[in-house]
């Protein structure tokens, strides 16, 4: 069966992680866009000024404190929404984690805590989602991470539940195209953004968390999502950076590992202490109606490489791919030769993604 979506001002929105970062850019968009938004997370304070702030510009909106990782309670999000709104349209699963740190030094409870979020939180939220969207169609979008196809050294068990969410996710759309069910689904795969996501992270370094270079600013997913809302896409990944390094993996996998262990472990960690360990999103809520977090660099305000393929032909996309991932081989390839500075260095990358 075709699936066929409604526009963004007839849709009911379910977005979970709407407290910070890219869920609440999104929920944001999508409201001043005309959406009907349910909102979800486990900050209930934040939600609700969040609510408030939609309601007052005219927009319409009702939130869920929900902690994804708990299939009762994202089952009542599902009943809250079809009782206020008689259905919803598109669930999007936004919610999620991080930990950094060497995997010795994790203690395994942390690890199972970070699945419990990133990948049951999100396997809960695509059960109850296609079980509505099965008989009257819709959208069911997964947050999954360029690191659904790499491994960021430093983050690996968090890289491990991105993977899992793709290969879920995957499967997901499969099994409901095989049944001929009109539900598009679709993973967004966003590279580094600079949101409040390394200050949440629960961290076992020696310094504070920080996004390695270059970084997107949360607009950009949003963008992304939104247009997934109204468009069956397969996965988008967001940001020419991350696609590139996706590139890599798959043709010098080797090399892109020397960069992770030489320059990458380096890049992650900012040149001040950690905050307190107890201070995580992991082990309580953490939101606060933050958008953006604490990358020093240039944050990235457009990705020409996702608006392209997001409008582009199929030719377009091959043509982007083939070019980022030779262009990052060169950088990397060539990147001891250089002995230029990080901003030189910032530079010459941003020029090989084809992003500014």
């Given at each position: 069966?075709?699936?066929?979506?409604?526009k963004l001002?007839?849709?009911?929105?379910?977005?979970?992680?709407?407290s910070?970062g890219?869920?609440?850019v999104?929920?944001?968009?999508a409201?001043?866009?005309?959406?009907?938004?349910?909102?979800?997370?486990r900050?209930?304070d934040?939600?609700?000024?969040?609510?408030e702030e939609?309601t007052?510009?005219g927009?319409?909106?009702?939130?869920?404190?929900?902690?994804?990782?708990?299939?009762?309670?994202?089952?009542?999000?599902?009943?809250?929404a079809?009782s206020?709104?008689?259905r919803f349209?598109?669930?999007?699963?936004?919610a999620?984690?991080s930990?950094?740190?060497k995997?010795?030094?994790?203690p395994?409870?942390?690890?199972?805590?970070?699945f419990?979020?990133n990948?049951?939180?999100?396997?809960?939220?695509?059960?109850?989602?296609?079980?509505h969207?099965?008989?009257?169609?819709g959208?069911i979008i997964n947050v999954?991470s360029?690191?659904?196809?790499?491994?960021?050294?430093?983050q690996?068990i968090?890289?491990a539940?991105?993977?899992?969410?793709?290969g879920f996710?995957?499967?997901?759309r499969?099994?409901?195209?095989?049944?001929?069910?009109?539900?598009a689904?679709?993973?967004?795969?966003p590279?580094?953004i600079?949101?409040?996501?390394?200050?949440?992270?629960?961290?076992?370094m020696?310094?504070e968390?920080?996004h390695a270079?270059?970084a997107y600013?949360?607009?950009?997913?949003?963008?992304?999502?939104?247009?997934?809302?109204?468009?069956?896409?397969r996965?988008?990944?967001?940001?020419?950076?991350?696609?590139?390094?996706i590139?890599?993996?798959?043709?010098?996998?080797?090399?892109?590992?020397?960069?992770?262990?030489k320059?990458f472990?380096k890049?992650?960690?900012?040149d001040?202490?950690?905050?307190p360990?107890?201070?995580?999103?992991l082990?309580?809520?953490m939101?606060?109606?933050e958008?953006?977090?604490?990358?020093?660099?240039?944050?990235?305000?457009?990705?020409y490489?996702t608006?392209?393929?997001?409008?582009?032909?199929s030719?377009?996309?091959?043509?982007?791919?083939?070019?980022a991932?030779?262009a990052l081989?060169?950088?990397?390839?060539?990147?001891?030769?250089?002995g230029?500075?990080?901003?030189e260095?910032?530079?010459?990358k941003?020029?090989?993604?084809h992003d500014?």
């Open positions: 069966m075709a699936t066929t979506l409604k001002k007839d849709q009911v929105i379910v977005i979970t992680g709407a910070s890219i869920g609440l999104t929920a944001r968009m409201a001043a866009k005309g959406a009907k938004l349910v909102l979800a997370a900050s209930e934040a939600l609700q000024q969040l609510t939609i007052q510009a927009g319409t909106a009702i939130y869920v404190r929900t902690d994804v990782s708990k299939p009762e309670e994202v089952q009542r999000l599902a009943r809250e079809i206020k709104f008689g349209d598109t669930w999007i699963n936004n999620g984690v930990i950094y740190g995997l010795e030094e994790i395994v409870e942390d690890m199972r805590q970070l419990e979020v990948f049951w939180g999100l396997v809960n939220g695509s059960l109850e989602a296609a079980k969207l099965k008989q009257q169609g959208a999954g360029i690191l659904s196809d790499i491994t960021a050294i430093l690996s968090y890289s539940s991105k993977h899992a969410v793709k996710t995957d499967g997901l499969m099994e409901l195209e095989m049944d001929g069910a009109p539900v689904v679709t993973l967004i795969q590279s580094a600079d949101t409040p996501y390394p200050v949440h992270a629960k961290n076992y020696e310094r968390a920080k270079p270059p600013a949360p607009e950009t997913v949003a963008r992304a999502i939104l247009h997934c809302c109204v468009t069956p896409e996965a988008v990944v967001v940001g020419g950076g991350g696609k590139a390094f590139s890599m993996e798959h043709w010098t996998p080797a090399l892109l590992d020397k960069f992770m262990e320059a472990s890049q992650e960690k900012a001040y202490a950690p905050r360990l107890h201070q995580n999103a082990d309580k809520p939101g606060a109606l958008e953006r977090g604490n990358y020093p660099g240039h944050t990235r305000e457009t990705s490489y608006e392209a393929i997001t409008a582009g032909s030719g377009l996309r091959t043509a982007l791919l083939l070019g991932g030779v081989a060169a950088w990397l390839g060539n990147k001891s030769k250089l230029s500075s990080h901003d260095q910032e530079e010459i941003a020029a090989a993604f500014n």
